[in-house]
């Protein structure tokens, strides 16, 4: 996830710091196919304003947001693994969104959706109170100290984030990068709204799949940390 992207005339002072990077990349023809296809029925472009999730879902069921879902992998595996919830992917990488609803499609999920944008913008369109967690796996963890405005994990941003969840929803967030455990270690407990379920690093849960991504961290040495709190 992170920079920013702004209108240039914009004043200085209004321009919003921005935790992630828009990237490009090119599309395979079954990507390209898949976001000509489902766009219209499973996607969403990030609005500014209200998000109605029994409408969005076209039923009333729990909901996870998922931030940053990457290429899809993991977000498919584990709305496949629990249908009774629904799962809302937000992803700004055009390649990422396209390889989802691909395995949407190739899967048959029905409680999926993939919305592109800033995450933050469609939490802020949210409802208090609304969701049965918030997962954020291995965002970028700006590792410069210069950009560690722009990490996701950060009071205000976490705040936000609580409100939106049930009363003993969870959320849970897993790096690679051990400063940026600590960081976030330090940041979720000092908010007054969530308590951590495991007293300390989590245990990697077992619902979480494995991705690639986490395996080159793991090959390069970098152990994973996961930290899961729940909504008082």
């Known amino acids: 996830m992170t920079t920013t992207d702004h209108d240039p005339a914009a004043p200085p002072a209004s321009r919003p710091i921005r935790t992630f ?12 196919d898949a ?20 409408d969005l879902f076209g039923r009333r069921a729990p909901v996870v947001l998922e931030i940053g879902s ?26 990422g969104i396209a390889n989802l609803l691909d395995l949407v499609d190739r899967g048959g999920l029905s409680n999926v959706r993939v919305a592109q944008g800033d995450a933050l913008d469609l939490v802020s369109g949210l409802p208090e109170g609304v969701l049965d ?9 700006w590792p410069k100290s210069r950009h560690h405005k722009r990490r996701i994990i950060q009071p205000s941003h976490v705040a936000l984030l609580r409100s939106r ?12 990068w051990a400063e ?7 940041t979720l407990d000092a908010d007054p709204g969530l308590v951590d379920a495991y007293g300390g690093f989590a245990p990697r849960p077992a619902h979480r799949p494995v991705t690639k991504f986490e395996r080159r961290a793991l090959t390069a040495g970098r152990p994973v940390a996961d930290l899961i709190y729940r909504r008082r």
Request: charged share 20%; aromatic share 6%; hydrophobic share 35%.
């Open 70 to 95: 990457g290429m899809g992998d993991s977000t498919a595996a584990m709305a496949a693994a629990d249908p009774d919830r629904d799962y809302l992917a937000v992803e700004v990488h055009t390649p």
């Open 165 to 176: 969840l049930t009363p003993g929803g969870t959320l849970h967030c897993a790096t690679d």
């Open 180 to 186: 940026y455990a600590e960081a976030m270690r330090h």
């Open 35 to 54: 976001l000509d296809r489902l766009w219209p029925a499973y996607g969403l472009d990030v609005p500014d304003g209200p998000v109605d999730l029994a």
């Open 133 to 141: 967690a918030v997962h954020i796996f291995f965002p970028d963890p």
């Open 21 to 32: 990077h828009p990237r490009r990349g090119r599309m395979s023809g079954r990507q390209t």
